[in-house]
């Protein structure tokens, strides 16, 4: 159960080290810009690497795990990937080093001193490591240190406007980590246990006391904070719009999928006792979350400001493939992220570039010319982004609304079918708006920009390649639309099989405790065997 | 704001409130305590000297900076979560030995092991993060920059 000893079971952690190794090399180097960002997009790439290798290791075997210091499963903390977790370390490397790259022409020097590479790469591991443990309360302290810098990074070197979007940030992300806090202490009370796989035995032997609904319901709330599900998405639309660009798109492109996979691990793998309660409420949540992102965002007048309310109408879809919960549907939420994540993060990554070409990001002042006529490449890029978010054929987008869309039809659930599909056509609408307004229209000189504080220039060379790289991926997910699907199924399914993950963490003897029906104390004696077994850490 | 008597005492109090909380920071390994409570002692500490005087003093007390400090810190702990894997051993798993340990008595000696420095690189990244937090806080603000989010110049290309 432990692995082959020392290097070949690190794999679980590297993607959480490497970012860490650089951020704490690029402090010790802070006299020197180049070196941070050497060492910055170094730690992104280590980290993609590992992602990858992690990827191709869970395709072909079991889940892998790492017990951390040796302690073992259920008293230390375990490391746990299986293909959801290291699709999503894959998806969170892309994301950086597509971050790294654009930082470099995009984020000017004055904010790049203020630790801007350390702070990235904490936060890179923060979301990493909320992706791959296996433990609650470890859980909540990769969501601390991915938090933590996000608050920097939101505040850095800002002014008036960036502070105040920071305060709406951090006022409601800090109660939603105390009401994840609280809950995982209620966890623990009542399971005596923090460990997800311990926590899903023993929900699943039917032990679990009836309070353990009532706290995964204050769970969900504290993840559907962080992942800006209704009704307490505002926080994001009020800040995401004020950082530099490239810090709008890490976050938009990873932080509220970290809710996202918080959500999907939880109401998966744990707490699935009362699952019809549980997920009506979050078909509701996710009918309503699509509904209400995409009516805010109908009624934006800037760039970022609209690109921010699909991240909330977007959020719902994914929630809405956890709700229905069958397989098909978690297959479509796991098929939605991938697609999300990348088209998110190039959309802000190409909204940096249109602002850059236009002096401007609003919507109501467009730049003399044309932009379409200006840089008829940038427009392409967006129209690949945009389109594909709206769900246009061939695009990856409407691979991931089809699916879930089916699942909701196999599913009968009519009302959120409509719903999707209405808010589809909504999104599109809206991607027309910025297509005609930025990108397309020229419109009387007299009407120039009253916001214009710095004239256009062009984009540097690293920033059209981050979205052309990202364009380009989103364009093979479309064509390679099959494959894709085919490892969302498998991942989902294994979601679902809560005890290969059980099996993976605790060991064959727990889940023989499991068919003899519940004892509260199994889990225990499985732990002491274990002990005996591997001999303790000292 | 110069106060004679919260200067006097802080010369006194400073040395005692790091004693505390070296004494703090050994106790962790069995006790309350560790490198976190025992770094946030220390700031206090240290929070108090630049009150007392001001940050430019306390960052001169420091000598090192503080970004230095972090980076110290985040890797003596990383370094020392991955010495086991040296040894063949789990990440973070804890490695000892003792100084002057005498078998034939039963005398344990002084155990020295990797947690060890783990703690002590929790309790330097904690004073350093502690201390740019609040000797930012004190000095007066920069330039305040009222410009765009995005905004392109100098070496940023």
Not at chain 1, 28 to 35: D, G
Not at chain 1, 290 to 295: E, I, P, T, Y
Not at chain 1, 496 to 508: K, N, P
């Amino acid at each position: 159960m432990d692995g082959p000893p020392g290097n070949a079971n690190l794999l679980p952690v590297l993607p959480v080290l490497i970012p860490l190794i650089a951020a704490a090399l690029s402090l010790l180097a802070w006299r020197s810009l180049a070196i941070q960002r050497g060492l910055g997009l170094a730690g992104a790439v280590g980290l993609l690497a590992s992602a990858v290798t992690l990827l191709v290791e869970v395709e072909r075997g079991p889940i892998l795990v790492l017990q951390v210091g040796a302690w073992p499963a259920p008293f230390g903390i375990s490391f746990v990937v299986d293909r959801f977790g290291a699709v999503m370390t894959v998806l969170a490397g892309v994301v950086g080093v597509a971050t790294f790259v654009f930082s470099m022409g995009s984020v000017d020097a004055r904010r790049q001193r203020l630790l801007y590479h350390p702070l990235l790469c904490v936060l890179l591991a923060g979301v990493c490591g909320a992706f791959l443990t296996g433990d609650l309360f470890n859980l909540y302290v990769w969501f601390e240190v991915l938090l933590m810098s996000s608050f920097a990074l939101l505040a850095l070197g800002g002014g008036v406007l960036q502070v105040e979007g920071a305060i709406k940030y951090v006022t409601l992300n800090l109660l939603s980590s105390a009401l994840f806090l609280i809950a995982t202490g209620l966890v623990y009370g009542a399971l005596g246990t923090l460990n997800m796989a311990d926590i899903a035995l023993k929900v699943r032997a039917g032990d679990s006391p009836e309070a353990v609904v009532a706290v995964s319901v204050l769970l969900m709330t504290a993840f559907g904070i962080k992942a800006a599900a209704f009704p307490l998405f505002f926080w994001l639309p009020a800040s995401y719009h004020t950082p530099p660009f490239a810090v709008s798109a890490i976050f938009a492109g990873l932080l509220t999928k970290v809710g996202v996979y918080a959500l999907v691990r939880s109401f998966t793998l744990m707490f699935v006792a009362e699952s019809e309660f549980t997920h009506a409420i979050l078909l509701v949540a996710a009918g309503l979350t699509m509904a209400v992102g995409v009516l805010g965002a109908a009624s934006q007048r800037e760039f970022r400001k609209v690109l921010s309310f699909h991240i909330v109408s977007q959020i719902g879809y994914m929630i809405m493939g956890l709700a229905l919960f069958t397989p098909l549907a978690i297959a479509g939420t796991i098929f939605y992220v991938i697609h999300h994540i990348v088209v998110k993060a190039n959309l802000f990554f190409i909204a940096g570039i249109a602002d850059r070409l236009r002096g401007t990001s609003s919507l109501v002042h467009a730049g003399r010319t044309s932009l379409y006529a200006k840089a008829p490449f940038v427009s392409a890029l967006f129209v690949v982004a945009a389109f594909s978010l709206a769900g246009m054929p061939p695009l990856s987008g409407f691979f991931a609304k089809f699916v879930l869309l089916k699942a909701g039809v196999e599913a009968k659930s009519w009302t959120i079918v409509a719903t999707a599909a209405a808010v589809g056509l909504l999104t599109l609408f809206s991607m027309t708006k910025i297509w005609a307004e930025a990108f397309w229209k020229a419109p009387d000189p007299a009407d120039a920009p009253i916001d214009r504080t710095r004239s256009p220039k062009p984009p540097a060379r690293g920033m059209i390649g981050t979205c052309t790289a990202l364009a380009a991926i989103t364009v093979l997910i479309g064509i390679f639309a099959g494959p894709v699907f085919e490892f969302s199924q498998r991942a989902a399914e294994q979601l679902l099989d809560g005890e290969q993950y059980i099996r993976a963490v605790l060991g064959e003897q727990a889940l023989a405790r499991l068919e003899t029906g519940g004892e509260t104390s199994g889990s225990l004696r499985i732990a002491d065997g274990t002990t005996a077994e591997i001999g303790g850490p000292r | 704001m110069k106060n004679v008597l919260l200067q006097t005492a802080t010369r006194y109090l400073l040395p005692l409130l790091l004693l505390f909380s070296v004494v703090i920071f050994l106790q962790g390994h069995n006790k309350p305590g560790g490198g976190f409570i025992a770094g946030l002692i220390a700031a206090a500490a240290f929070s108090l000297h630049a009150l007392a005087f001001d940050a430019a003093s306390t960052r001169r007390l420091l000598r090192v900076d503080l970004r230095s400090l972090i980076g110290i810190g985040l890797t003596l702990a990383i370094a020392s979560a991955a010495l086991p894997l040296a040894f063949g051993r789990t990440f973070f798993s804890g490695l000892w030995t003792s100084i002057g340990g005498d078998p034939a008595t039963g005398d344990p000696g002084l155990k020295i092991g990797t947690p060890l420095f783990f703690d002590l690189g929790v309790y330097l990244l904690v004073v350093g993060i502690a201390m740019l937090l609040v000797l930012t806080l004190l000095e007066p603000a920069g330039p305040t920059y009222e410009g765009p989010a995005d905004e392109s110049e100098g070496d940023a290309a």
